[in-house]
């Protein structure tokens, strides 16, 4: 069983605040991804990570931005946080590209 | 560019009886194909893979599906839903080239009746 872990589960938030999702995985995977999932909608891809000091962009345009300064973790940051961002984050790791990605428990995120 | 369609939005069916949860992908070569199930509230659990050989892939939960090449299809079957199988069904298409980037589908919620 895969081991990654998303905190909060769930966060209520104002308008206008910084918000910071965090994402770690104990499984020393270098790969890392990022999903946005709207209920009852598709995940899109907004952000990945091929190894430490790697980021990019997904096929979804986000305002969120990420780091990868160590291996097992992979944070998620909102500068100014607006209602168009409410939705559920799903972060997830896998060991190279020719593996299954395994999926954290997501934060369902809501801003006021 | 890669897509990958679930016609079924909802699919509800009696417990006991044979599901099959339909999806379709576009893509230029054979790409790696997943399915993946998602409890309310829960993150996403791998059900099954192909990446190549055999056609037909067994996964866990008693779940399997049929890679079909002349169709583009990778169709989810089981032959007797349990109550417990309600939940959010992802087709997923992953590009060997671009180092695991996964297209998902849209999802089939699918209901399961006593």
């Known amino acids: 069983e895969a081991d990654i872990y998303q905190t909060p589960r769930y966060l209520v938030i104002g308008t206008g605040k910084k918000i910071t999702l965090e994402c770690s995985q104990t499984?020393?995977?270098?790969?890392m991804y990022w999903y946005q999932q709207d209920p009852g909608m598709e995940l899109h891809l907004i952000h990945y990570?091929?190894?430490?000091?790697?980021?990019e962009k997904g096929d979804l345009s986000s305002e969120s931005t990420v780091s990868r300064i160590r291996t097992e973790h992979f944070p998620l940051t909102l500068e100014s946080a607006r209602p168009s961002h409410t939705s559920q984050y799903l972060c997830?790791?896998?060991?190279?590209?020719?593996?299954?990605?395994?999926f954290g428990d997501g934060t369902r995120l809501s801003i006021l | 560019a890669q897509s990958v369609t679930q016609p079924d939005i909802h699919i509800t069916v009696s417990e006991g009886a044979s599901l099959e949860l339909r999806c379709n992908y576009s893509?230029?070569?054979?790409?790696?194909l997943f399915w993946y199930v998602q409890s309310p509230g829960q993150g996403l659990q791998l059900l099954l893979k192909?990446?190549?050989?055999?056609?037909l892939v067994q996964g866990i939960k008693g779940f399997e599906a049929e890679f079909k090449r002349s169709q583009s299809s990778f169709n989810l079957r089981k032959p007797s839903v349990h109550w417990s199988d309600a939940a959010e069904y992802f087709c997923?298409?992953?590009?060997?080239?671009?180092?695991?980037?996964?297209?998902f589908g849209q999802g089939t919620e699918l209901s399961v009746k006593p």
């Open positions: 997830a790791s896998s060991e190279n590209g020719a593996q299954p990605q395994h």
């Open positions: 499984m020393g995977h270098d790969k």
């Open positions: 990570s091929y190894g430490v000091n790697s980021t």
């Open positions: 893509y230029g070569a054979t790409p790696y």
């Open positions: 192909y990446f190549s050989g055999d056609t």
């Open positions: 997923a298409v992953g590009d060997p080239v671009e180092g695991g980037k996964l297209i």
